[in-house]
């Protein structure tokens, strides 16, 4: 159901410079990491944080403090997606399990556009699963829309004050300079 551990990074505590039997080591934990299952979709958000979708299992992992969460899909009844409390841009993912438990999986998700590529492949693999709301998959897509158009509003502001100043440093110039 829901497995979490701490991963622990040796190489971390140790200099950058190693020997022979450490450059071994690592060679042979090359050969683990190139067996293991590449996710079918991921999401990175935030400082070191990210979301990966596997077959079976669904994975949110913070790298800062060293943590991942796996969750089984065959354990998820619903997917729901709400705004963050103090800013709605940041998003909360929680999924509605068959024991019926309510787990956050994420706080503060921000990168709709590899959500939405998430949120498509968990569909083809469970369409079982329900979403709430139902019309997630559009409502990103405004969510997407209306931050790009904010953004547009933003620099026009910026833009017209910039205009207007450079209009009032032109007047003031030739006022000045319209007297002698």
């Not at 079982?128 to 997630?136: H, V, W």
Request: charged letters at 30%.
């Amino acid at each position: 159901m829901i497995q979490k551990s701490e991963k622990i990074d040796a190489s971390m505590d140790e200099s950058p410079v190693s020997d022979a039997s450490e450059r071994a080591d690592d060679a042979s934990d090359a050969g683990e990491f190139a067996e293991e299952e590449q996710p079918l979709a991921r999401v990175r958000y935030g400082i070191a944080r990210e979301l990966r979708l596997y077959s079976d299992t669904f994975v949110s992992e913070s790298l800062e403090e060293r943590e991942e969460t796996r969750i089984s899909l065959d354990n998820i009844r619903r997917v729901v997606l709400t705004p963050g409390e103090h800013v709605p841009s940041k998003l909360v993912l929680m999924f509605d399990l068959d024991d019926d438990n309510t787990v956050i999986v994420s706080e503060g998700m921000s990168n709709v556009r590899d959500f939405r590529t998430l949120l498509a492949k968990l569909h083809e693999l469970r369409p079982e699963i329900e979403l709430d709301p139902p019309d997630m998959d559009e409502q990103l897509r405004q969510a997407l829309d209306i931050r790009r158009r904010s953004q547009l509003g933003c620099y026009g502001v910026i833009a017209i004050v910039l205009v207007l100043w450079l209009i009032f440093l032109g007047i003031a110039y030739l006022g000045a300079h319209a007297g002698r």
